[in-house]
Structure formats: structure tokens, C-alpha cells
């Protein structure tokens, strides 16, 4: 008897410490849903014969180099065609005026223009609040999209610069399955999205939405999908969240969505550390009924220094995807259409919509940043 009355105390002290369970939703604890990005690919809408490109694909580097040499040239440099691209880049990168490196001076080369999307529809949201594209305070004018939905006034410059180069393609590009991947098995940069002030999981029209960045690895199922409701720890710097821009959202039917805010993001993918601030960053998320996981948008103004140094750092990733860096990056400063300069008047940042496929998590917060949490 004594024996099963230690099991009975110590399973209600489990039942206790447990979080509250939402039937609807999965678990919320401490009114608060959390969730960590799995996947982050770039919002590109395609036809099935590339009808927004009818220029076709972008020209990579590799092929702008080996076209300007002589035949002989050709011959001794590419093994004869058998040297393949991947192996070719010690010799493709170098090709500006003085032996630049194309992708990290991409002024020091004339090459062939970015072949962009020219097509009218896209995914992604109307950030600027105009429907015919025109300049505004906080934008540079621009031709707008059409959502598939029929929606117009669509922003997204991302996706007209580089919906016609293959790495950001679906099923061929590997530009953001690569990124994807690494963070997956690595752990580095993965984004947590921490849901606060949560009274009922599916309709709650304030809440409030903070992005962090996990110092954890995911723990897999023996199929490599990420098991949901793993407890993840936030990245901190003397006890405060190095990342935890927060915005204000609602819950209506199980979609979150937010208002427009400046959030800081960590990233990492293709060997590349950065931490972009997205402008005007507005957030989708459609919670699966388990609550086990959630797809959704982010949309805002990416900032093109931070897309450029991103170009610029991909290396091995450029020639088997058919970049051109210097194309690219160029075609980024002037498809810009947000944030004018206030002394160029040129704009700095990239309308932009990102696909999300996030899992239910726990994220653990040092004492000062819960106590942050409870207080609001």
C-alpha cells in the first residue's frame, strides 16, 4: 500500500508539472505556444513552362566566364568540357578586370543583366499599403503583383529577382534546401517563435509574438522528421536574449497573424552566419489542429546589404545552382523598392515573402526574459 501510494504522489506531482493541454491545439503552458522553423525557402510562384521567364533561366558564372574565352583557352581550362563547374570555380570567380573575385566585387565585371521574373502574378502581401506601386515615404516606385487569389497590390521584388535563376527554383534549386538542411542537422540558426498572452489557442485576438534564436539541435524520429514538443533554449548574452524583437498579433480560427514590425532574425545556411533585419515584418502562421506544427508566410523588407553579403559568401553553392553573382547582386540595388536612402534617395531594403513549416516547441527562457514575458 505504501508502495502504491509513493507511484500515486509521484505521478500527480507529473500531472501538475505537466503543461495545460488544448485539446484544439496541442499544449500551451504559461499562456504561451511556441514553435521552431523547420524549413525557410523564398516564396517563388512558378508556371510549368516558366512563362514568368521568357527570357529563360539566368546566366551562371561559370558559363559568362568560359564564353569569353578562346577556344584553346576552353580546352585547357575546362579539361576539354570534362572539368565540371563545381571544380572550376578557383579559376571562373576570378575573372575581374584585375583578377577580382566576382562575387565579392561584383562591380568589377560588365557582365549580361540578371534575367528577372516578368511575369504578373506572386505570392506575398501588400507592405506598403498601395496597390499600383507607386513611390511613397517609404518606398521607391515599382510594378506591383497580383496574388493567385486574385489579390492585388502584391510586393515582392524578391521573388522578381530571382524567380528565374535555377538555385531558387522548386525541385531543382538547392539555394534554400541547402540552408534548410544545415541548420536542421546542425542546430545553428534556428529560429524560435514564441506565442505569449495566449488565452484561448485558437481565437485570441491579442497576443504577442517574439522571435529568438535556439542554441539547441532538433531530436529526429527514426525517419529524420523532427519530433514536436521538444524543449529548446533560447541564445543569450549575460543572462538577456541575444534576439527577441517581439509584435502584436491575434488567433482567429487557429491562424496567427501579426502586425507589421522590425524584427532582427538569426540565420545561417550555406556556411553563412548573418543575422538580417527584416522591416515591416508581418507573420502567418496556420497551426495544424494536433498543434503538432504549423505552416505559414513571413513577409518585409529584406535588407539587400544583407542579401548581398549573403550572395556574395556563397561559393561552391553559385556554380551548381546558375548564379552570377555579379548579375544578381546588381539587379538587387536596382530592384530595390523599400526604404529610400535619405541622402541617394535610392532604396535599400527588398519587398519579400518567405514559405515557413514551423514544429511545436517549448522554449525555455533565462529568468529575466520570463519574467519580461509574464509582466506583458
Known amino acids: 500500500m505504501r508502495v502504491r501510494s509513493q507511484v500515486l504522489s509521484f505521478a500527480s506531482a507529473v500531472v501538475l508539472a505537466a503543461p495545460c493541454f488544448a485539446a484544439e491545439t496541442g499544449i500551451v503552458h504559461d499562456r504561451r505556444m511556441g514553435f521552431v522553423v523547420k524549413d525557410w525557402f523564398t516564396a517563388v510562384y512558378e508556371t510549368k513552362f516558366m512563362d514568368e521567364c521568357p527570357e529563360g533561366v539566368s546566366i551562371a558564372n561559370d558559363e559568362v566566364w568560359w564564353?569569353?574565352?578562346?577556344?584553346?583557352?576552353?580546352?585547357?581550362q575546362t579539361g576539354?568540357?570534362?572539368?565540371?563547374?563545381?571544380?572550376?570555380?578557383?579559376?571562373?570567380?576570378?575573372?575581374?578586370?584585375?583578377?577580382?573575385?566576382?562575387?565579392?566585387?561584383?562591380?568589377?565585371?560588365?557582365?549580361?543583366?540578371?534575367?528577372?521574373?516578368?511575369?504578373?502574378?506572386?505570392?506575398?502581401?501588400?507592405?506598403?499599403?498601395?496597390?499600383?506601386?507607386?513611390?511613397?515615404?517609404?518606398?521607391?516606385?515599382?510594378?506591383?503583383?497580383?496574388?493567385?487569389d486574385g489579390t492585388t497590390g502584391i510586393d515582392n521584388q524578391m521573388y522578381r529577382l530571382v524567380g528565374c535563376t535555377y538555385g531558387w527554383r522548386k525541385d531543382v534549386g538547392t539555394v534554400d534546401m541547402n540552408a534548410n538542411e544545415m541548420r536542421n542537422t546542425s542546430g545553428l540558426g534556428l529560429i524560435l517563435i514564441d506565442v505569449s498572452e495566449v488565452d484561448n489557442p485558437r481565437n485570441d485576438d491579442d497576443v504577442t509574438?517574439?522571435?529568438?534564436?535556439?542554441?539547441?539541435?532538433?531530436?529526429?524520429?527514426?525517419?529524420?522528421?523532427?519530433?514536436?514538443?521538444?524543449?529548446?533554449?533560447?541564445?543569450?548574452?549575460?543572462?538577456?536574449?541575444?534576439?527577441?524583437?517581439?509584435?502584436?498579433?491575434?488567433?482567429?480560427?487557429?491562424?496567427?497573424?501579426?502586425?507589421?514590425?522590425?524584427?532582427?532574425?538569426?540565420?545561417?545556411?550555406?556556411y553563412v552566419f548573418m543575422h538580417p533585419v527584416i522591416r515591416d515584418l508581418t507573420l502567418r502562421?496556420?497551426?495544424?489542429?494536433?498543434?503538432?506544427?504549423?505552416?505559414?508566410?513571413?513577409?518585409?523588407?529584406?535588407?539587400?546589404?544583407?542579401?548581398t553579403y549573403y550572395?556574395?559568401?556563397?561559393?561552391?553553392?553559385?556554380?551548381?545552382?546558375?548564379?552570377?553573382?555579379?548579375?544578381?547582386?546588381?539587379?538587387?540595388?536596382?530592384?530595390?523598392?523599400?526604404?529610400?536612402?535619405?541622402?541617394?534617395?535610392?532604396?535599400?531594403?527588398?519587398?519579400?515573402?518567405?514559405?515557413l513549416l514551423a514544429y511545436a516547441a517549448y522554449i525555455r527562457l533565462p529568468a529575466a526574459a520570463a519574467t519580461k514575458t509574464a509582466e506583458r
Not at 566585387?105 to 560588365?110: A, C, H, K, L, Q
Not at 546558375?322 to 544578381?328: A, D, K, P, T, V
Request: with cysteine; hydrophobic share 35%.
Open 67 to 76: 564564353r569569353r574565352l578562346s577556344r584553346a583557352d576552353k580546352d585547357e
Open 80 to 148: 576539354n568540357g570534362m572539368i565540371q563547374a563545381l571544380n572550376r570555380v578557383g579559376v571562373s570567380f576570378l575573372r575581374g578586370r584585375n583578377g577580382e573575385h566576382v562575387c565579392l566585387e561584383p562591380d568589377s565585371v560588365d557582365d549580361p543583366p540578371q534575367r528577372i521574373v516578368e511575369g504578373k502574378l506572386s505570392f506575398g502581401v501588400n507592405l506598403d499599403g498601395d496597390a499600383d506601386g507607386k513611390a511613397s515615404a517609404k518606398s521607391c516606385a515599382h510594378e506591383n503583383f497580383t496574388h493567385p
Open 209 to 270: 509574438v517574439t522571435f529568438y534564436r535556439s542554441v539547441d539541435q532538433w531530436v529526429q524520429d527514426s525517419k529524420g522528421a523532427p519530433l514536436p514538443f521538444q524543449t529548446f533554449n533560447i541564445d543569450v548574452v549575460d543572462g538577456k536574449p541575444r534576439y527577441g524583437d517581439s509584435i502584436k498579433g491575434a488567433i482567429k480560427d487557429g491562424v496567427l497573424t501579426t502586425k507589421n514590425g522590425d524584427v532582427r532574425l538569426p540565420w545561417y545556411g550555406n
Open 285 to 307: 502562421l496556420d497551426i495544424d489542429p494536433s498543434g503538432e506544427r504549423a505552416t505559414g508566410m513571413v513577409a518585409g523588407y529584406y535588407d539587400v546589404e544583407a542579401f
Open 311 to 355: 550572395i556574395g559568401s556563397l561559393g561552391a553553392v553559385v556554380p551548381v545552382n546558375g548564379i552570377n553573382c555579379s548579375s544578381l547582386i546588381k539587379a538587387a540595388r536596382e530592384l530595390a523598392d523599400g526604404y529610400p536612402d535619405p541622402k541617394t534617395g535610392k532604396c535599400t531594403a527588398l519587398s519579400s515573402a518567405f514559405d
